[in-house]
């Protein structure tokens, strides 16, 4: 639901660390937020990912020259998380577009098994901690293995809609596989992914092998 602006405008300041916002920070929450606390939320990362917005020690001031109103900032979530997106090294880039391929919650060992530049796996542990630190992929557990999770719903989606068909047809499918491989000894609970990864992969046999073993599994718990 809708907050009040000024709700908003504490929302955004606790999510970014600071005391408070710049007045001209602000004001651009409050009319292009129009109460809705996760695009105000992304419209601040947005900023302070732009370096309109300068954080340092808690405190939050405009860039010299920068003023809010004539950042070119898009009208949609989407479109905001996009901008965001773009700003990222492409080895961020990838490894988040990869993460979103793999669900909402994602472990670093999938990832990195899955990833398909093999010489940049190495810094995958690297590029993760810097997702987090920008609030897209924080870290959800480290324990039984390390697993990070996406922000938000529509992150994941923008993040996957980014890449082109053929490439997360082969990461479905990529995912698929490893399941079959590191899980081969206890498939069950892993038959809905199995049939979703093989599904979107285009490979009707396996996916079809997959389904009613899923349904068997939900209707028997």
């Known amino acids: 639901d809708r907050m009040e602006p000024e709700e908003c405008i504490e929302l955004v300041e606790h999510r970014l660390g600071i005391d408070t916002l ?18 105000s939320e992304e419209i601040g990362y947005a900023l302070r990912d732009a370096g309109a917005l300068l954080i340092e020690d808690g405190r939050a001031r ?18 905001i ?25 994602f472990s670093t060992r999938l990832l990195y098994d899955v990833y398909p530049v093999e010489e ?3 810094t ?9 630190g920008l609030d897209l992929t924080p870290a959800e557990a480290q324990e039984p293995e390390e697993t990070w999770v996406f922000k938000h719903a529509i992150t994941r989606q923008v ?7 053929a490439q997360r047809k082969q990461l479905h499918q990529a995912i698929a596989e490893w399941y079959e491989r590191n899980h081969a000894d206890e ?17 009707t046999a396996r996916a079809l092998h997959y389904l009613p073993l899923a349904a ?6």
């Open 187 to 203: 498939l069950e609970p892993h038959y809905p992914l199995l049939a979703h990864h093989w599904s979107r992969a285009e490979d």
């Open 120 to 122: 940049d796996r190495a």
């Open 216 to 221: 068997a599994s939900a209707l028997a718990a």
């Open 124 to 132: 995958l542990p690297e590029q993760l901690e810097r997702l987090s």
């Open 81 to 105: 998380i996009t901008s965001r997106i773009d700003r990222l090294s492409p080895q961020q880039q990838l490894a988040l577009k990869v993460a979103s391929c793999i669900g909402r919650v």
């Open 159 to 165: 993040a996957y809609d980014l890449m082109l068909y």
């Open 22 to 39: 710049p007045a001209p920070a602000a004001e651009l929450i409050r009319e292009r937020g129009e109460g809705h606390p996760y695009f």
């Open 62 to 79: 405009m860039a010299h020259g920068a003023t809010a109103a004539e950042l070119d900032l898009p009208d949609t979530t989407e479109g």
